[in-house]
């Protein structure tokens, strides 16, 4: 609680302000692109977090606190595994595509865009069958109104993967709202939609139909962006002979796969041992928190995904300076907007936590220990794309395995004590390791001074 003794909200909301204008400013042509990628980009994701918010206002009202509880839990094992399953295809697509094109290896192209979509759908339901069959051997162990939403869940995946692979697909085409309007705001009103169709019926809306509905939405929203992805592929790049490199295609994608493993479960750890140690309600409570304070994450998940490709593309014709001016640019654009995010969510949070419920507002001081590491965390930017696009996916991914393990550790010396604060407090000590540990790595790398407070100077990218 500390950081509300710094100096007044208001100066420094002036001072945020001030530096925002001067960001709107300036900038090459390059920036000027990024940045209208990346607000159509945290547009759309601002409005799937108004979506998922109302799903989750409205479920936590309607459904007891011990099935939301449960839904939560079963939803977050889909998110995490989900984003895991497609062996880190969609993000290395963002590599993969431009390098292709820069050096008009157009046959390989048109093999990696069939080719890596068939990868990851054989993957993804192999590995569904086995999880199926995990939740039936475990069954019995864990609670019972957990495993039909479950297995509900091994049936999402398939799904959910190929529609994050055919996101990567769609943004290193610069195609934003292809890649991101299915899965973001076509699948979230899916969901409200026959939530709310569910209960004006008169059903009993418990962890599993909301899962069943969740499903549906995702299987819809999976089928529709592929129909309309394949035909703007086929207007967009010429017909011809496929070349297949899938050995090469698992050379790039395993390690940034580890990178996203790890930083997917950096994200889900509190949530997940809090459920081990905790009552379903107080779980729910807890991702209430983090659910309103995602708007920041969601910055730095714009800049992201509207820069790893261009990282790819500027490294591959040998452009340094125009990569780390374009570096400079993503770092500030990650960490202004993210600091003037989360200062305007802690003076709301009150209010918007009792959208939920009034319970849910014992969760507010929960907030303050969460928004420290995510603002630490977006004072560098997304270098961890920087990394991963120019070739150091290996040491990228070992940092986030040290953050994943001191994330492990710290839940459960804090959780079992401290409940939801001492989740909150773990993840955020983490990110704070996390990005001390990128920040050295891309010092002694690529000799770049990667904090919204420096200029990055180039050596040797």
């Not at 003076?347 to 939920?356: N, V």
Request: charged share 10%; proline share 3%.
């Amino acid at each position: 609680m500390a950081v509300m003794d710094t100096p007044p909200a208001t100066a420094l909301s002036a001072g945020v302000t001030a530096r925002l204008k001067s960001l709107l400013a300036g900038g090459s042509d390059e920036a000027a692109v990024t940045r209208r990628l990346a607000s159509t980009i945290f547009i759309i994701r601002v409005l799937s977090a108004g979506l998922a918010y109302l799903l989750l206002i409205l479920l936590a009202r309607w459904m007891s606190g011990s099935d939301y509880g449960i839904y939560v839990y079963a939803w977050t094992w889909v998110l995490l595994l989900g984003s895991m399953m497609d062996f880190g295809l969609s993000s290395s697509a963002q590599k993969i595509i431009p390098e292709y094109r820069a050096r008009g290896e157009h046959a390989l192209l048109r093999g990696f865009l069939s080719g890596g979509r068939w990868m990851t759908l054989a993957a993804s339901v192999g590995v569904s069958l086995l999880l199926a069959g995990l939740v039936k051997l475990i069954a019995p162990w864990i609670e019972a109104g957990a495993v039909v939403p479950l297995y509900i869940g091994c049936l999402t995946l398939p799904a959910f993967v190929i529609a994050n692979t055919q996101d990567g697909i769609a943004r290193a085409h610069d195609w934003m709202r292809l890649g991101l309007m299915p899965q973001f705001i076509v699948r979230q009103a899916l969901i409200i939609a026959l939530t709310m169709g569910a209960f004006a019926l008169g059903l009993h809306l418990d962890a599993t139909t909301a899962m069943l509905a969740s499903a549906t939405a995702v299987w819809i929203a999976m089928i529709g962006q592929m129909i309309a992805l394949n035909r703007r592929l086929a207007g967009h790049i010429a017909p011809g002979p496929k070349a297949y490199d899938a050995r090469g295609w698992l050379g790039i994608s395993l390690p940034i796969m580890l990178v996203e493993g790890f930083y997917l479960l950096l994200s889900y750890t509190d949530v997940l041992v809090l459920q081990q140690f905790r009552s379903s309600e107080e779980v729910g409570v807890y991702f209430a928190v983090v659910k309103t304070l995602s708007l920041v994450s969601f910055i730095h998940y714009a800049m992201s995904a509207s820069t790893a490709h261009r990282f790819a593309e500027y490294h591959a014709l040998g452009d340094e300076e125009r990569l780390s001016a374009y570096v400079r640019h993503a770092i500030n654009w990650t960490f202004w907007p993210s600091l003037a995010a989360t200062i305007a969510l802690l003076a709301l949070g009150k209010p918007l936590l009792w959208l939920f419920g009034a319970r849910f507002v014992a969760g507010y001081d929960i907030m303050f220990m969460a928004a420290i590491g995510l603002v630490v965390r977006a004072a560098i930017g997304p270098v961890e794309r920087l990394l991963n696009m120019l070739g150091h996916q290996h040491i990228c991914a070992l940092a986030y395995a040290l953050a994943f393990v001191m994330n492990v550790a710290l839940c459960l010396a804090l959780v079992p004590r401290f409940g939801g604060h001492g989740a909150a407090a773990a993840t955020s000590l983490s990110l704070v390791f996390e990005t001390v540990l990128l920040f050295w790595i891309v010092r002694r790398r690529l000799g770049l001074h990667v904090l919204a407070f420096g200029k990055a100077a180039p050596r040797g990218l």
